[in-house]
């Protein structure tokens, strides 16, 4: 009988509510207590009332699924162009030799510097919203794509040579299915990187998304309505998060989730 692995099963779900409700509790207290001001803290109660109103009254829903459209849509295309080319990255050194250098300075150029081109590149609408975030996720994703490639094992290739494979046939057949913990876990991450540049990509010419209810909020002083926001953001972003977790169990099983 494994004890250690019974007491985890209940105590880091403990642990975890334990987390919540501290964080619940000191938010409670300044605010009720008014330690701090209304004006830069709400009250969960009022925070709670708001978020009542936005769903009644004002579409939030829609604003919801208008932003989950945009994260989705992005995030798929992006595994769609960085998995295949994180892969050739990581098992050719002529392929990693060429587009590694654009790659390492596209990653450290600030994202947002590129909304006024993409304004006039691909206009106001859905699709500007959908390339930034895709340019936010694809040159980090490519990188950890190849980092995950370059570390399958040579015994692998080597067995797998051995056996006949042809060169064209390891990428498809060895590098990919021994790279896939590592591509799930690093597109876990990316989708969370996604969500983070949602604000931005909804800050210009935008009439829908949790990003444009923010801002609209906090350009009229609306401070329950901006707490409702994040708190949104970060209630999907967890559930997201479990989503990939459990996509990590059913389809690894024999690996260990440490978070």
Not at 56 to 62: A, G, I, P, S
Request: glycine letters at 8%; aromatic letters at 12%.
């Amino acid at each position: 009988m494994n004890t250690n692995s019974d007491n985890a099963r209940w105590l880091n779900p403990v642990l975890g509510a334990l987390s919540v409700s501290l964080f619940v509790g000191a938010w409670a207290i300044l605010s009720y207590a008014h330690l701090v001001q209304p004006y830069f803290l709400p009250t969960p109660t009022a925070v709670f009332k708001e978020a009542i109103i936005l769903v009644q009254r004002e579409h939030y829903l829609n604003d919801i699924a208008a932003s989950l459209a945009r994260v989705l849509v992005a995030f798929i295309l992006c595994a769609l162009s960085a998995v295949p080319l994180g892969l050739l990255m990581g098992r050719s050194k002529p392929v990693a030799a060429f587009v590694t250098p654009f790659v390492v300075f596209m990653r450290y150029v600030p994202i947002s510097a590129f909304i006024p081109l993409l304004i006039l590149w691909t206009g106001i609408g859905n699709f500007q919203k959908v390339v930034f975030l895709w340019m936010g996720t694809f040159f980090f994703l490519v990188a950890l794509i190849a980092d995950a490639a370059a570390a399958v094992g040579h015994e692998l290739l080597d067995t797998a040579y051995t056996l006949g494979a042809q060169k064209r046939q390891m990428v498809r057949y060895v590098v990919l299915p021994a790279a896939l913990p590592g591509i799930l876990d690093s597109l876990r991450v990316m989708m969370s990187v996604g969500w983070t540049y949602l604000v931005l990509a909804e800050i210009v010419a935008a009439e829908s998304g949790i990003g444009y209810m923010i801002m609209e909020s906090q350009r009229f002083l609306k401070t329950p309505r901006v707490v409702v926001g994040i708190l949104t953001v970060g209630i999907i972003g967890v559930g997201l998060d479990y989503l990939f977790r459990g996509m990590r169990t059913l389809f690894f099983p024999w690996l260990r989730s440490h978070g």
